[in-house]
């Protein structure tokens, strides 16, 4: 018996490969999520950039609630069963008439976990529509084994080595995904997607999940996760802890080790180590 989605909504997203909208929180909830990061931005002098873009619920406690949301982990759960480790989350924002985007791309590329059975929770914290650089979807491209991608390190392009699917891709079957702030879609991490530059007056802003089950492993060297749901009867991943304050200064420099893990293994090969490297800054 499915926690949230409905049985036709689960058959919907194993044959798209994505599923949307779905409500989370009310519209005044998600903007006052926005007010929050808007305030840390004004704090610290500008948008968040480099790592502090990446596992960014490791550092403020409104997204380490927001990584727990019941909505959304029952949702979750419905695709991944009831043992839920948060993998990783990734702010992705589009300034006002900004020339950023994200080119087609299959999420599993670079991420060396075990099996594909990754799901993203991204939630709008602003409306995100074909207007303003909504992410687009290619139905049922998750069926496909994963695919050669090459990388273009193209500055404008948010994906971490602005890496671009090298076969060609059938835009005319793209689905946009428009959504309300305080609604999410949920993607599998094999589907093709990509998202234009927002030319609006305001910021599209989205905040990315990634879940995974317990059972999962990292391939490519040591990595943590965070348990949000059910028992880790694994332990294939470090445990995480949960930020009380903003920008912890103990978890601060965990977080800086955490992401400097991950990047060594987001851009192996490449020769950048960091997300603070100025090949690895984007937006
Ligand atoms: O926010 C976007 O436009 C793209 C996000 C994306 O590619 C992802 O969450 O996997």
Same mark, same amino acid.
């Given at each position: #018996?499915p926690k949230s989605l409905t049985e036709a909504q689960i058959a919907q997203y194993r044959e798209d490969g994505f599923l949307s909208p779905i409500p989370v929180?009310?519209?005044?909830?998600?903007?006052?999520?926005?007010?929050?990061?808007?305030?840390?931005?004004?704090? #610290?002098?500008?948008?968040?950039?480099?790592?502090?873009?990446?596992?960014?619920?490791?550092?403020?406690?409104?997204?380490?609630?927001?990584?727990?949301?019941?909505t959304i982990l029952d949702a979750i759960e419905d695709l991944l069963?009831?043992?839920?480790?948060?993998?990783?989350?990734?702010?992705?924002?589009?300034?006002?008439?900004?020339?950023?985007?994200?080119?087609?791309?299959?999420?599993?590329?670079?991420?060396?976990?075990?099996?594909?059975?990754v799901a993203t929770a991204w939630v709008a914290?602003?409306?995100s529509?074909?207007?303003?650089?909504a992410m687009a979807m290619i139905p049922g491209s998750h069926?496909?084994?994963? #695919?050669?991608?090459?990388?273009?390190?193209?500055?404008?392009?948010?994906?971490?080595?602005?890496?671009?699917?090298?076969?060609?891709?059938?835009?005319?079957?793209?689905v946009v995904l428009n959504l309300?702030?305080?609604e999410m879609s949920l993607h599998h991490v094999r589907v093709?997607h990509?998202?234009?530059?927002?030319?609006?007056?305001?910021?599209?802003?989205?905040?990315a999940i990634?879940y995974?089950?317990?059972?999962?492993?990292?391939? $490519?060297?040591?990595?943590?996760?965070?348990?949000?749901?059910?028992?880790?009867?694994?332990?294939?991943?470090?445990?995480?802890?949960?930020?009380?304050?903003? #920008?912890?200064?103990?978890?601060?420099?965990?977080?800086?080790?955490?992401? $400097?893990?991950?990047?060594?293994?987001?851009?192996?090969?490449?020769?950048?180590?960091?997300?603070?490297?100025?090949?690895?800054?984007?937006?």
């Amino acid at each position: #018996m499915p926690k949230s989605l409905t049985e036709a909504q689960i058959a919907q997203y194993r044959e798209d490969g994505f599923l949307s909208p779905i409500p989370v929180m009310g519209e005044d909830e998600a903007l006052a999520l926005r007010a929050k990061l808007e305030t840390i931005e004004a704090e #610290m002098g500008g948008p968040l950039r480099g790592d502090l873009r990446h596992k960014t619920h490791l550092l403020f406690p409104f997204l380490a609630d927001l990584v727990r949301h019941r909505t959304i982990l029952d949702a979750i759960e419905d695709l991944l069963g009831p043992d839920i480790l948060c993998w990783s989350s990734n702010f992705f924002i589009k300034e006002a008439a900004d020339p950023a985007f994200v080119s087609w791309h299959q999420d599993s590329t670079y991420w060396g976990l075990s099996a594909p059975d990754v799901a993203t929770a991204w939630v709008a914290l602003t409306p995100s529509n074909a207007e303003n650089g909504a992410m687009a979807m290619i139905p049922g491209s998750h069926k496909f084994d994963q #695919m050669p991608h090459r990388d273009t390190f193209d500055r404008h392009n948010l994906l971490t080595r602005g890496q671009e699917i090298a076969v060609e891709v059938d835009e005319s079957q793209a689905v946009v995904l428009n959504l309300r702030p305080g609604e999410m879609s949920l993607h599998h991490v094999r589907v093709v997607h990509g998202s234009a530059p927002n030319p609006t007056l305001d910021r599209r802003i989205g905040f990315a999940i990634r879940y995974i089950p317990t059972r999962l492993r990292q391939l $490519e060297g040591e990595d943590s996760a965070t348990l949000v749901r059910g028992e880790d009867r694994f332990h294939h991943f470090e445990d995480e802890p949960r930020p009380r304050i903003d #920008m912890d200064p103990e978890l601060l420099a965990l977080h800086r080790q955490i992401a $400097e893990r991950n990047a060594r293994i987001l851009y192996r090969g490449t020769g950048v180590t960091s997300f603070n490297d100025p090949a690895a800054i984007r937006g």
